[in-house]
Nanobody, 126 residues
């Protein structure tokens, strides 16, 4: 198992940027694929982006392509989500997730992922 701690959330004006971080710890953390999900009030948790354990494969929800970028620093066991040109509809709690199952499976499903962080709030004001 791995432990995940998100940070970097906050309040930003529309059009601004934020970079979220997810620090992972655990004996086998380098073998885990990592993902970001978000959950807005009254809505279901939805997939945002994912990155393979090597960093060589990334996946994005269509709604964030070209706007958000996922990356990982293997030396620091940290995954990042760079969010640009933010809009009020991006307001949500953002969660980091980890699992060893292939990203080519149903990785867009929250129940596909076994490990979760506590989440970090992102609020975009208009």
């Amino acid at each position: 198992q791995v432990q995940l701690v998100e940070s970097g959330g906050g309040l930003v004006q529309a059009g601004g940027s934020l970079r979220l971080s997810c620090a992972a710890s655990g004996r086998t953390v380098s073998t885990y694929h990592m993902g970001w999900f978000r959950q807005a009030p009254g809505k279901e948790r939805e997939f945002v982006a994912a990155i393979s354990w090597s960093g060589g494969t990334t996946k994005y929800a269509d709604s964030v392509k070209g706007r958000f970028t996922i990356s990982r620093d293997k030396a620091k066991n940290t995954v990042y989500l760079q969010m640009n040109s933010l809009k009020p509809e991006h307001t949500a709690v953002y969660y980091c997730a980890a699992d060893q199952k292939s990203l080519y499976g149903s990785s867009w499903r929250p129940d596909y992922w076994g490990q979760w962080g506590q989440g970090t709030q992102v609020t975009v004001s208009s």
